[in-house]
């Protein structure tokens, strides 16, 4: 079967799910360990077995090891994250092994760059989410079965060590492969008619936002609360305490305001600018950003790595404020149901949200970054309010509150789609991604031949005896 349609048929993600739920947490142990209670996975499926099982080395890749034990654990890890392991065989787990450490001995050959202060700044993380699930780092050193603290962080370093060098080498081979419009065409006329994928029904909404305005006095006297928290804590009170109780960031309140962050953490420039002018110990003074206003007070500085804490408050609006808002909103609506004004034109000229105006409201797919949903794939929330509308009809007003901050919008179907085959003109940015996955899956096969060949691999035991998608065996 081509290629073309395997790919079509491979981004079911019930087929390939089980296989990206591996999280890379399998670690080099001792050559002769004994596993208890292990889950044994033959060939064909999974039986759990009670037996005692001495643990070797199976599989060797330039100086990277794989115990059996690996494969074990990988199937446990597939489980412990909800993924259904019946359909893999161990031989295919080993495959996804051998193709990991082969990620991750390139990186090494072709000198990819992972700091040790990255690696720090990910265990940081990930042991915070740890120790939030299971309740404490003994708890942790227990779950993983290390004889102490100091020797869990040796081993979990190692692993995400090993994670990062693989993604790094994955994202490489991938960043490389380029498509021209050429190619993409030639790739669609290769595609069969009977075999041309069928895209779901499909529309592009576009919304137009109006927020009630907060007074001065307001945000004044949010800005004369932070400067007086700021004050409390220079006197000794503490700034996690004050964040628990007063700070209106959801995703930080439970940690006491706590973030840590580089310059390519994912932050509003304001925040970073502000986060990154402070020393150690420092408190700024209050700020604002889209959210509401901040105050940030850095706790330490590792190389590139910032840890801070920061209290956001947004000021309160008042009743006739909203009023106003909702008033100014249906005043909008009227117009351009009255043809007074065009939807795009009210949108660029009296939306108060700067990231869909310029645009005539026309809001971006995350998922796909074009302006096109498929209803199935929609969001809940925004599909429940566009289901029912016809094309260019104005929804009603509603009052949406996120953290704090109240809008009022008021949405429009622009156009629809229905249920098609593909169509070369219509669909071009969806068979561009096609033809991209392809060569790049092309360009990842291409390299797992070369580098197969450049480098040391064993494979000993019974495992010589599988059928592999690469060839590992080298036959």
Known sequence: MRLTILLMKLLNPKIILPFFLLLFSIAIADAQEIIKDTVVVSKTGVKPSQRLKVDGVIATVGDYL?????IDKSFLEISSQGGSVKDITRCQMLGKLLEDKLYAHQAIQDSVKVSDAEIKGMMDDRLNYMIEQIGSMEKVVQYYKKNSEEDFRSYFFDVLKE???????????VDAVEITPEEVRNFFKTIPAADLPVFGSEMEVAQIVIK??????????????????????????SFSTKAVLYTQDPGSRSTGGFYKMNRKTPFVK????????LGEGEISEPFETSFGYHIIMVEKIKGQDIELRHILLTPSVTDDAVKEAKEKINLIKKRIEDKQITFAEAARTLSEEKETKVNGGALINPKTQDTRFELTKMDPDLYAKVSNLKEGEVSIPYLEEDQGKKTFKIITVTNRINEHTADYAKDYIKIKDLALKEKQIKAIAKWFDEKIKETYIKIVGEYRDCSFTNNWLKK
């Open 66 to 70: 794989i115990l059996d034990s690996d």
């Open 163 to 173: 994670q990062k060098l693989t993604t790094e080498m994955q994202k490489k081979i």
């Open 212 to 237: 009630p305005q907060v007074t001065e006095a307001d945000k004044q006297k949010v800005i004369d609360k932070l400067k007086g928290f700021k004050k409390e804590v220079q006197e000794g009170a």
């Open 270 to 277: 304001e925040f970073k600018d502000v986060a990154f002018s």
